[in-house]
Structure formats: C-alpha cells, structure tokens
C-alpha cells in the first residue's frame, strides 16, 4: 500500500495563496472609482469582446482580474442569484452586500476544498443617491471580503496604481475626470508606463453606474458600457 505523502494545513494553504496570487499579478489591473456622477469602472483590456466589467442588476455591476473562465463562471453565477432574489421576493431586496457574501462563500469554499484556488479578484459595486452611499466590495481568492471606500484597484501592479489613484482621488470628481484618473493609473502599471503616460481608448474597457439614471417603472438600470468612441471623446473633455 502506497503511503500518501503529507503536507501540513498550514503549508498547503500558504501554497495555495502563493499559486492564486502569482496568477492574479500576471493579469491587467481593474481600477472602480467612487465619483460625483456614479460610479466609474475602468479596465485595461484590449479585448473588444471578453468582459472584466459586466452588469449583474439594476445598480449593480460587477468587475475582476484573473482567469477568465473562472471569474466568468462567478459574473452568470451572480446574475441567476440576482434574478431569483428580486423576483421572488423585491427589487430593493438585491444589494451588493448580499450578492458579495455569497460570492465569499463560494470563493472560500472552493480554495478549501477543491484542488486548486481561483485565481480570480472580484469587486461589487452598488451605486447610491450620494457618493457616501456607494458601497464597493472587494473579494479575494480565498473568500475574504472588504468594504473599501472612494476606490478599488486589483490586478497587476495595484500597488503602483493604487498610489496613483489614491493621489487624484475625491469624492467630488466628475466621471470623465474619474476615468482620466483611471486610464493613468492605469498606464503607470504598465512595463513602459510613467508618470503622465495614457492608454488608447481601444487598449481600455470602460463603465458607469450612472447615478442618475431612472426608469419609468420605479427603479434604476445604471450600468451603461462604453464604446470606444465614447472613451475618445470623453478624454478629449476639458478637465
């Protein structure tokens, strides 16, 4: 009889960690700002049709870095959820906490027991009447959550962008000078990029929770996709 080989729990977990994180870092970075007209979130993605930003209800939207397939698998997941919740019981009864809680569970479930971790970073983000009641949530690879305030940054180099972002970063920033400041971040993150550096609109992906958005039957349908048209000419805005 073969004798398995052991490892210990606290080795197998710092491994696993390990594996998720050097898969995550490979990746583009996602920026998710907090400003005055929504909320604003920026992806460096030249892919004109493989979505790291998607929408999953009336005012919430969805964004991640990693595998793709797995963080895919994670977006449709949380749409059916979304649909269930709010039909079977209100509208207002789908929140992007709740939807966060239960993408923590499944992420934690599956880097406890499955073979190998998703190498996946997610965030939710809830658009509000007011910037104060936006809510962003950050999910890692192993199910632990985050309530962040004013942005997000995941993937890549976060932390050259991050330092970028939390520089520019205020609440009372318009949404064209949001994704000018993400778009930088952005650039920065890059092998070639410095301080000042840009991205085209074609190398970017690039979505808003419009916070004054308004349906005429009593709720919201905030998330609005833009084209890469609308990313030029939203640079070309004077700041």
Not at 87 to 108: I, M, P
Not at 218 to 238: C, P, Q, S, V, Y
Request: some cysteine; aromatic content about 8%.
């Amino acid at each position: 009889m073969t004798q398995q080989f052991y490892v210990s729990p606290e080795q197998l977990m710092k491994d696993r960690a390990d594996f998720a994180r050097k898969g995550i870092a490979r990746g583009r970075s996602v920026v998710v700002i907090s400003c005055q007209d929504g909320i604003a979130l920026v992806a460096e993605n030249p892919s004109p049709s493989l979505h790291k930003i998607g929408e999953i209800y009336d005012k919430i939207a969805f964004a991640a870095v990693g595998k793709y397939n797995e963080f895919e698998s994670l977006r449709q997941a949380g749409v059916r959820y979304a649909d269930v919740r709010g039909y079977s019981y209100d509208r207002e009864d789908v929140t992007a906490r709740g939807l966060a809680s239960v993408y923590a569970q499944s992420l934690g479930a599956v880097f406890t027991a499955e073979q190998k971790p998703f190498e996946v970073e997610l965030a939710v983000a809830e658009v509000g009447a007011s910037p104060e009641q936006d809510h962003l949530y950050r999910l890692t690879f192993d199910g632990s959550i985050a309530d962040e305030h004013g942005f997000i940054v995941m993937g890549g180099q976060a932390e050259r962008v991050s330092a970028v972002i939390a520089d520019g970063w205020r609440s009372s920033l318009r949404f064209a000078d949001a994704v000018r400041l993400a778009i930088g971040g952005l650039a920065t993150g890059t092998e070639q990029g410095e301080s000042g550096a840009t991205l085209p609109a074609k190398a970017v992906e690039v979505a808003v929770l419009d916070r004054q958005s308004e349906t005429a039957r009593g709720f919201r349908r905030a998330f609005r996709r833009l084209n890469d048209a609308d990313i030029t000419a939203l640079l070309a805005e004077e700041a």
